[in-house]
């Protein structure tokens, strides 16, 4: 059965960092890319960042790039998002979100994790 | 705003067939392909529809999907109750080298 779980939310202030993490299981982790996709409360989907199988393409989106850094670890089949210089506006549900593919423009998101709620407030 | 525009309401009675519509430009849904969501109240989003027409297993074929042109669509016929959701439509843009999804549309079955 595949698993994503995410962790490493929480109540941040804003200007802190924060690292999420995305432990996953199931299914042959480097044969897939990765993804961040937040959730606003009461919002739509926003794609965050993507990672390819190898680490060798990755992908921001215009709203974070500079500001969040997206890793993974193949050996440790994780996946890492790590959250600088944050905004009220980064507030949302962050979920771990597996491709179908292995580059990350295939963008088909077979599995998602239940997500980690990020709060910045002061 | 969103890059791929939906209505953000749809409804119908039960075993009536709805559709959605995705609109998009030359470089997502112009030049990529489409994937839909759904997602329940409370729950994680769940892949139905990729690659603009295929369904994974398990996804009832009362779910299609089509795309023309720099727009995509998702028919739901023999409406059920508990297809009651959100649903968001998600392609590659070229342009923004990023994804993108649409706003989303709330089905309500009447």
């Known amino acids: 059965e595949v698993q994503l779980v995410e962790s490493g939310g929480g109540l941040v202030q804003p200007g802190r960092s924060l690292r999420l993490s995305c432990a996953a299981s199931g299914f042959t982790f480097d044969d897939c890319a990765m993804h961040w996709v937040r959730q606003a409360p009461g919002k739509g989907l926003e794609w965050v960042s993507g990672?390819?199988?190898?680490?060798?393409?990755?992908v921001y989106a215009d709203s974070v790039k500079g500001r969040f850094t997206i890793s993974r670890d193949n050996a440790k089949n994780s996946l890492y998002l790590q959250m600088s210089s944050l905004r009220a506006e980064d507030t949302a549900l962050y979920y771990c979100?597996?491709?179908?593919?292995?580059?990350?423009?295939?963008?088909?998101?077979?599995?998602w994790g239940q997500g980690t709620l990020v709060t910045v407030s002061s | 705003q969103s890059v791929l525009t939906q209505p953000p309401s749809a409804s119908g009675t039960p075993g009536q067939r709805v559709t959605i519509s995705c609109s998009g430009s030359s470089s997502n849904i112009g030049s990529n392909t489409v994937s839909w969501y759904q997602q329940l109240t409370g729950t994680a989003p769940k892949l139905l529809i990729y690659s603009n027409s295929q369904r994974p297993s398990g996804v009832p074929d009362r779910f299609s999907g089509s795309k023309s042109g720099t727009s995509a669509s998702l028919a739901i016929s023999g409406l059920q109750s508990e297809d009651e959701a959100d649903y968001y439509c998600a392609a590659w843009d070229d342009s923004l080298n990023g994804g993108v999804f649409g706003g989303g549309t709330k089905l309500t079955v009447l």
């Open positions: 990672i390819s199988w190898n680490s060798g393409s990755i």
């Open positions: 979100v597996k491709d179908i593919g292995i580059a990350v423009s295939v963008y088909y998101f077979d599995y």
